[in-house]
Every structure is written in structure tokens, then in C-alpha cells.
């Protein structure tokens, strides 16, 4: 498994941007597909956005869709989520996980969390 911790997140207002960063501890991260997810208060936690190991292929929800853009930088074991646009719907915890790929979608590492909170 990797280590992962997210940051960035933060109190803006709609219209704002943000970038969030997930580090990621261990060697091995090159070889994880990584994805942000988001959990908004009395919600499920929803998929927002992920990308394979070399970052050739991306996958984003509908809801972020032309605003979010994920990528990452394998020399420094970093992924991130440029947001755009950012609307008070956005306002959750996200989440950084790391999967052995992103088309079969099972997450097994997760960060903790960062709040992003959108104001109108």
C-alpha cells in the first residue's frame, strides 16, 4: 500500500479556483492509477476524478466535467485536482486513493481528506 496526505483545500467563493495535492509515500507510486473522490455532508462519497499510472488516460464525472483536471508528476509522487469554476455544490471533503488500475476501480490506499468549501 502507499501512504497518501491531501492538501490544499480551503474556503472560496463560487466562480474561484483551487488546486489539491495528494504526496504519496513509497517507490512504488509510478505504478498506482490514482483517483480524487469527494464527500459532501449527509452524502455518499462520490467519484470525481481519476488518472492511470503514466497519465496517459483521465476520467472524470459528469458533475466536473470541463472544470476539474486531475494530473500528476511521478518524480514527486504527487497527484493533483485543478478546480475551476468552482460551485457551492462542490463544497465536500476530498479524497485522494490509489488503485492497481482505474478501470477496475478498487481503491485500497486513502489520504484523509482535505475540505473544500464553496461559498455563493
Same mark, same amino acid.
Given at each position: 500500500q502507499v501512504q497518501l496526505v491531501e492538501s490544499?483545500?480551503?474556503l472560496v467563493q463560487?466562480?474561484?479556483s483551487l488546486r489539491l495535492s495528494c504526496a504519496a509515500s513509497g517507490r512504488t507510486f509510478s505504478s498506482y492509477g490514482m483517483g480524487w473522490f469527494?464527500?459532501?455532508p449527509g452524502k455518499e462519497r462520490e467519484f470525481v476524478a481519476a488518472i492511470s499510472w503514466s497519465g496517459f488516460k483521465t476520467r472524470y464525472a459528469d458533475s466536473v466535467k470541463g472544470r476539474? =483536471? $486531475?494530473s500528476?508528476?511521478?518524480a514527486k509522487n504527487t497527484v493533483y485536482l485543478r478546480m475551476n469554476s468552482l460551485k457551492p455544490e462542490d463544497t465536500a471533503v476530498y479524497y485522494c486513493a490509489a488503485t492497481q488500475s482505474i478501470d477496475?476501480? $478498487?481503491y485500497d490506499s486513502w489520504g484523509?481528506? =482535505?475540505q473544500v =468549501?464553496?461559498?455563493s
Open positions: 490544499g483545500g480551503g463560487a466562480g474561484d469527494r464527500q459532501a476539474f =483536471t $486531475i500528476r508528476d511521478n477496475v476501480g $478498487i484523509q481528506g =482535505t =468549501t464553496v461559498s
